[in-house]
């Protein structure tokens, strides 16, 4: 049974930070491109980041250069550091898994108020 949890979600201040992280089961987690979506209120789902197997990384532009995406194999952990935050990151965030088949996380909300 493949298990994605994410944690590290609240409530934060603009201009601060938080660290998602994503834990991963039931997968060989190596092999699998892993990703940060989010979806805010009355929008369609986005592409944050993605980081492939061989650690290569992608962002959306509006997070370019201010969240970093990385994962710790021997953990089977992804995270996704925020710095900067502002309150159009508000979303609830979810981890992705994608190989053959996507695998997807129950999601984190992250709240940045105006």
């Known amino acids: 049974q493949v298990q994605l949890v994410e944690s590290g979600g609240g409530l934060v201040q603009p201009g601060g930070s938080l660290r998602l992280s994503c834990a991963a089961s039931?997968?060989?987690?190596?092999?699998?491109?892993m990703g940060w979506y989010r979806r805010a209120p009355g929008k369609q789902r986005e592409l944050v980041a993605t980081?492939?197997?061989?650690?290569?990384?992608d962002y959306v532009d509006s997070v370019k250069g201010r969240f970093t995406i990385s994962r710790d194999n021997a953990k089977n952990t992804i995270y996704l550091q925020m710095n900067s935050l502002k309150p159009e990151d508000t979303a609830v965030y979810y981890c992705?898994?994608?190989?053959?088949?996507?695998?997807w996380g129950q999601g984190t909300q992250v709240t940045v108020p105006s």
């Open positions: 980081i492939t197997n061989g650690g290569s990384t």
């Open positions: 992705h898994a994608s190989r053959k088949y996507d695998y």
């Open positions: 039931g997968i060989i987690f190596s092999i699998y491109t």
